[in-house]
């Protein structure tokens, strides 16, 4: 990786996560228009089971010694595809993305050969201010895989919540009852196998994740039919800095769809937020997901407010 002349790349460890979040909350409010991170997620990304800082990640620093750039490589799971991220301060930093995104693609070769498998799929994210980024992601021989939308509705005038559908019952999961966790897990993994993205990760390794996401249980839900779990409704903590409740996950049974169940779960997600004071709830629709129409998100208030878009690129092992 070239660097103009005074400026310092090096590996990044736990004493960068204030000055690399420094960096994160520039790039987001460029993007998004605020910040969306905190330290506790820097912290999470450095030390994820499946990445090593000191051979997946890198920080650059300008001549001044001032961190202005972060990339890294996330793979959530251990299989499956590779998430390149590639933060920098958009005042000081642009000129690095590309350089940065070559470099973090030759470790993807590299990971794909520690794996022994021939090529593993990289994946990065655009958002809609980001023209510059689109056009340097696209030079790298990266295409568009898929649009989300992100989704927003104020609680401020949110009506009282409808009576759900006959047979239709909703309750708070009961987060310290295994059995209860392994029911909302099972109907997670089933409601989300038939969509395109989806990598099953079997129950223990998904109860270890949630603590990157929040487990404020009273903000998760079950919905019975007739006394049959059938949905689940999984919030997560990753907005609470705009005063917002943000639904992670929705999940319905496939002979339970298109009968209430997704939209009695998002009320009573709705509800609760409100009650603890939230100004907004919001989620992301994933477009190519066949399961949940984006109608259904409509008739429960929620607006389109952002779109990101998902780009992919297949890089060969390293050496082959």
Partial sequence: MTLPAGWTARRPTLDDVPAILAVVHAA??????YPDFDAEDVKAALTAPFTDPARDSW?????????????????????????????????????????LLARMLDRVGERAAERGVPALTARVSVFAPEIRWAAEVAEAG????????????SLADLPA???????????????DDETDLREFYRIFDIAFR??????????????????????????????????????????SDQALEQNE???????VLPAYRRRGVGAALLWRA???????GREWAGLGVDLTNPTVPVTLYESVGLREMR????????????GV
């Avoid at 990760?201 to 603590?211: A, H, I, M, T």
């Fill in 28 to 33: 987001d409010v460029f993007a998004v228009g």
């Fill in 59 to 99: 920080v650059v620093s300008d001549p001044e010694g001032r961190l202005v750039a972060w990339a890294t490589v996330d793979n959530p799971t251990g299989v499956g595809r590779e998430f390149v991220e590639v933060y920098v301060d958009p005042e000081r930093g642009d000129d690095l993305r590309a350089p």
């Fill in 142 to 153: 990266f295409t568009l895989a898929k649009r989300y939308v992100g989704m927003r509705r």
């Fill in 161 to 175: 919540e409808p009576p759900p559908p006959p047979g239709v019952t909703v309750r708070p999961l009961r987060g």
């Fill in 194 to 235: 038939d969509t395109p993205d989806y990598e099953p990760v079997g129950f223990d390794r998904w109860r270890e994740q949630l603590r990157l996401y929040g487990t404020t249980w009273d903000e998760w839900f079950i919905a019975e039919v007739d006394g049959v779990p059938a949905g689940a409704l999984q919030s």
């Fill in 245 to 251: 409740g943000w639904v992670r996950s929705l999940s």
């Fill in 270 to 276: 709705f509800s609760v937020y409100a009650a603890k």
């Fill in 307 to 318: 779109w990101t878009d998902m780009y992919e690129l297949v890089v060969p092992a390293a």
